[in-house]
């Protein structure tokens, strides 16, 4: 392995190479036609979003090269943010994890964990509208700090470039209740060594836990879709995504509490759908995968 090449991840797994693996999109016909429609629909009801971002180079995270990225708009101060506090009515609500204020700021991107919010958690609650009979709020989205007890209002969480956080010791006692009581943690926007750092904040919380690399087979990726090829393309970075799961007692049989998507980044997909400015086929399959997500965690 070259240096310019990401380290993977520890821990077992089928090790295959995945160079000439591309997202190809929905599988079969009507699933393609009806994320078409959905992402109509958000693409209407998204009129906060201003013109498509430029290209600009920029190194990538450990990958040795450089990337065609888009210039993002900063995202929100934390306590500017709005919208935090959806009032639970039964409906679905996308929450995502807070962390900070010592995260990593991104030069003029804001913080770590807010990267692609608000947009992707609401375009993800649209889509879950158009196309699943869950009923989702599409107007706003919660943030929480792992600390607050509100988590447990939530069954699934989602965290954002984890390779910067750090967990406080309340965190971790929350974070692994909420686990153990049946949550369901989603890690996504992390690439090459970054993963070590999750890995180790993490274990404060679940030290018992042991990462298993899944593949395309398992049931959290053919839950609602069955995902033709789950190997979605990063779009910013030149790296290879793979998937690591958590499972209930270390047993593969069991529930997936904790999966990560590491040299991925499907939420950059569901931020910027309305605008085009990614290709429609791994845009389609980044949300077929967010679905399945969704899906899984609120039935296991």
């Not at 600009?56 to 934390?78: M, N, Q």
């Not at 919010?117 to 989205?141: C, F, H, K, W």
């Amino acid at each position: 392995m070259t240096p310019d090449q990401p380290q993977p991840p520890p821990g077992p797994g089928p090790g295959r190479d995945r160079e000439d693996r591309r997202a190809r999109g929905p599988a079969g016909g009507p699933p393609a036609v009806r994320i078409a429609i959905a992402l109509a629909a958000a693409a209407a009801s998204l009129a906060s979003l201003g013109p498509a971002p430029s290209r600009v180079p920029r190194p990538t995270d450990g990958s040795g090269g450089s990337a065609a990225v888009c210039r993002l708009p900063a995202p929100p101060e934390p306590a500017r943010v709005q919208g935090l506090d959806v009032p639970y009515n039964a409906r679905f609500t996308f929450t995502r994890v807070r962390y900070g204020p010592s995260g990593f700021r991104r030069r003029g991107w804001g913080s770590a964990w807010a990267h692609d919010y608000p947009d992707a958690d609401r375009n993800l609650q649209t889509i879950l509208a158009e196309m699943t009979a869950l009923v989702p709020n599409t107007t706003g989205s919660n943030v929480v700090d792992l600390e607050d007890r509100a988590i447990f209002r939530s069954p699934i969480l989602y965290m954002s470039e984890p390779g910067y956080w750090s967990i406080t010791q309340a965190g971790a006692e929350n974070l692994r209740a909420f686990l153990l009581k049946g949550g369901f943690l989603i890690f996504d926007d992390f690439e090459a060594e970054q993963w070590h750092n999750m890995a180790a904040q993490v274990a404060r919380a679940l030290p018992e836990g042991e990462w298993v690399e899944i593949d395309g087979t398992h049931p959290v990726f053919q839950g609602f879709f069955a995902v033709e090829d789950i190997y979605v393309p990063h779009p910013l970075v030149r790296v290879h995504p793979a998937y690591y799961a958590i499972f209930e007692d270390n047993d593969p049989g069991r529930r997936i509490m904790v999966v990560a998507n590491h040299n991925a980044d499907l939420a950059e997909y569901w931020e910027w759908s309305a605008q085009g400015y990614f290709p429609v086929d791994p845009t389609n399959a980044a949300y077929q995968l967010g679905v399945n997500y969704i899906i899984y965690g609120m039935t296991h």
